[in-house]
């Protein structure tokens, strides 16, 4: 297993469209998260997977962001009728939760969202 | 509102000597905390962790002090490379929610 990756590493889009993200985790990770990074700011919490079940989801995530991870592997982040604010890298981070608690998260490269 | 803090944006240091980065939280309920190295067009890469229950975490050049009191930890990398120039990230969770800093970026002048 190579790690995290996300396809597709750049994406751009006019106003109004719709996007789609891709994240394949580490395989045996059962937790997923989803962040953006605006330039200048460290990596902001969307959203959680603990195997498919959304756990969490931030303030963040306004209605025009979906997120599905369907039989707890990869996962999907939608944005629907993007806005210029939307711009931004979009990471995904999986770790391994232990009963100890405390993990490491392993992120993804990155896709990097511009609207127009 | 910003729950964890890294107050420099930035931090040059000659190669071989050491390297010191501050992370400061506001938040008493995280009880564990982590640092990342990101290069450019890339994810954050995990360096080292500490969880609330020590003060200190060593793993090879890199050690994370923990000051629960102050509400403050520290990265010290030594002796710095210039394979170690990125940014460091701070991060902490009091649960499921991992929260970062701004960052600082570090140059190492060789």
């Known amino acids: 297993d190579t790690g995290v990756s996300q396809n597709p590493r750049h994406k751009i889009t006019k106003r109004g469209q719709n996007v789609t993200f891709r994240c394949d985790p580490i395989s045996e990770h059962n937790r997923l998260y989803w962040y953006r990074q605006t330039l200048g700011q460290g990596p902001e919490f969307l959203t959680y997977?603990?195997?498919?079940?959304?756990?969490?989801k931030s303030r963040l995530l306004s209605d025009r962001f979906s997120a599905e991870r369907p039989k707890g592997s990869f996962s999907t982040l939608e944005i629907q009728r993007t806005e210029q604010g939307d711009s931004a890298m979009y990471l995904c981070?999986?770790?391994?939760?232990?009963?100890?608690?405390?993990?490491?998260?392993?992120f993804g490269p990155g896709t990097r969202l511009t609207v127009l | 509102d910003q729950q964890v803090k890294q107050n420099s944006p930035s931090l040059s240091v000659q190669e071989g000597r050491i390297s010191i980065l501050n992370c400061d939280y506001t938040n008493s309920m995280f009880d564990y905390f982590l640092w990342y190295k990101k290069y450019p067009a890339e994810g954050p890469t995990f360096l080292i962790s500490?969880?609330?229950?020590?003060d200190k975490n060593e793993d090879g050049r890199f050690t994370v002090f923990l000051n629960k009191s102050a509400k403050h930890l520290s990265l010290h990398i030594v002796p710095s490379q210039p394979g170690d120039s990125a940014v460091y990230f701070c991060?902490?969770?009091?649960?499921?929610?991992?929260?970062f800093g701004t960052g600082t970026s570090l140059t190492v002048i060789p």
């Open positions: 997977f603990q195997n498919e079940a959304q756990l969490e």
């Open positions: 981070a999986s770790s391994l939760a232990r009963p100890s608690g405390g993990s490491e998260q392993f």
């Open positions: 500490i969880s609330s229950i020590k």
């Open positions: 991060a902490a969770s009091g649960g499921n929610q991992f929260y």
